[in-house]
């Protein structure tokens, strides 16, 4: 079994970045909720406590039992984390005279201590708390501090216990690495063995072992997770995988046939669907862009549905469902967070179809996918794609969709994106596409007036999609853009650049 690093989650805003750190050494890490904690079994090296927008003098603040792991596996506290340590086994923490945000430098007491060998005498750490450790529990050992803190890191050495002020995680933290390395490598012993090929190595045999000679179908849509995961399973289990791309009709120019050619030279297994008529008339009259979200899906669902009873026998249901999908995060105020829009994803089917569901890609980040999609030998044009959303150009047209503006809207689309990679920017944007706006304006061609639509143009920098900023893309390379759309693009007479970020705007329009 896999070394692991096991990370409870107490609500920090930071928790996912202490797991990427963690595998950023080769090395797999797990978030689980603090109150959903696992067994501690003999593949889980080390324990990392998350930091907390609790208090732990707070009546609410969570309260862990750590009894089956404090002493038994290492153990490393970050923030409230190593504050929980010390306010339950015997210390005082007190609210901060002063609240501690951002850069600070701390001052390592014993430059042999396991967890801080190595960092620079100075180090500069990235602090965000308003509490301080006053005092230690008596077997607790001050190992830093910094000019206001006092206790900043602390050891319980013969239980290979360890408490951080501040989070490691952070690149500000400059010794952040260095001190993860320490713990999870040199106290917690884990092997640096999880790599992109001991991955796909270990993912093909597990799932040869679960799915023996049973049949999988799963929806492809282009896009690098559900790529990823067909090759995976295909390695697996070569022709009893039988993918399944449907064109909505919402797609960018082209392609349909251009993907359906790329996924034959990979050799899959793939059936294209042209649906598109489905769609277009489900869409028929709607303008709302929940209604619209919502018919699509409908239409994909029962397209996919009538496809997949074609498969005989096929007991799985394939899906590229990436980590940040399924890691529970916990909730700070308690309710359910609210839904800014129904995503659809190809693989969101419901229950009657009765199908088991596989996953190969249900533990791995969004760049780990890519890693693994090129030690699988996925061409860099596939794994490098922008995100595009399942409801497609559907959720780029405002107002009703209707055949002749999406043949419009992937005109321009497709000038956008090809002019940005003639420019050599398509790989430093995250995302970028274009959507057609429900108003006519006023232009003059020639002589002669006109009264055409507008279009604007959206293009994002983002690690994850949750955050982004409009990109600032060079003037020049946005007049050529612009011109070019308004002269070759039939119908089109302004085009806009949207300079919104998100939040408060998101990334799609709809
Ligand atoms: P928003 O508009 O919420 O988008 O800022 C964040 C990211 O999600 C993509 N997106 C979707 N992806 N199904 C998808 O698979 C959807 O229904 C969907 N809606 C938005 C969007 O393109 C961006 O990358």
Known sequence: MQDTILILDFGSQYTQLIARRVRELNVYSEIHPWDKCPEITSNIKGVILSGSPFSVRDEKAPKIDLSKIKGKVPLLGVCFGAQYMAHNFGGEVAASDTREYGRANIVSHNSENDLLKGIGEQSQVWMSHGDSIKTLPSNFDVIASTADVKNAAYSVQEEKTYGIQFHPEVYHSTDGATIIF???????????????????????????????????????????????????????????????????????????????????????????????????????????????????????????????????????????????????????????????????????????????????????????????????????????????????????????????????????????????????????????????????????????????NAVALRAVTSTDGMTADWCHLPYEVLGKISNKIINQVKGINRVTYDISSKPPATIEWE
């Open 182 to 452: 320490n713990f999870v490598v040199s106290i917690a012993g884990c092997l640096q063995d999880w790599t992109p090929d001991a991955f796909v190595d270990s993912t093909v045999d597990a799932l040869k072992e679960q799915l023996g000679d049973d049949r999988v179908i799963l929806g492809l849509s282009g896009g690098v997770d559900s790529t990823v995961a067909a090759t995976l399973l295909h390695h697996a289990i070569g022709s009893n995988l039988h993918c399944i791309f449907v064109n909505n009709g919402l797609l960018r120019k082209n392609e349909y046939a251009e993907v359906l050619e790329s996924y034959k030279g990979m050799g899959l297994n793939v059936k294209g669907v042209d649906a598109s008529e489905l769609f277009y008339s489900a869409l028929k009259g709607l303008t709302d862009p929940e209604e619209k979200r919502k018919a699509i899906g409908k239409v994909f669902v029962d397209v996919f549905d009538e496809e997949s009873k074609l498969v005989e026998n096929a007991k799985w249901l394939g899906q590229g469902t990436i980590y940040p999908d399924v890691i529970e995060s916990v909730s700070v105020t308690g309710g359910p967070s609210q839904t800014i829009k129904s995503h659809h994803n190809v693989g969101g089917l419901p229950d009657y179809m009765k199908l088991k569901v596989v996953e190969p890609l249900k533990s791995l980040f969004k760049d780990e996918v890519r890693r693994v999609g090129k030690s699988l030998g996925i061409s860099p044009a596939i794994l490098g794609r922008h995100p595009f959303p399942g409801p497609g150009l559907g959720i780029r047209i405002l107002g009703e969709v209707t055949p002749d503006k999406v043949a419009i809207l992937q005109e321009v689309d497709a000038v956008f994106i090809g002019e940005l990679k003639s420019a050599g920017l398509y790989d430093e944007v995250w995302q970028a596409g274009a959507i057609f706006l429900p108003v006519n304006t006023v232009g003059v061609m020639g002589d002669e007036r006109t009264y055409e």
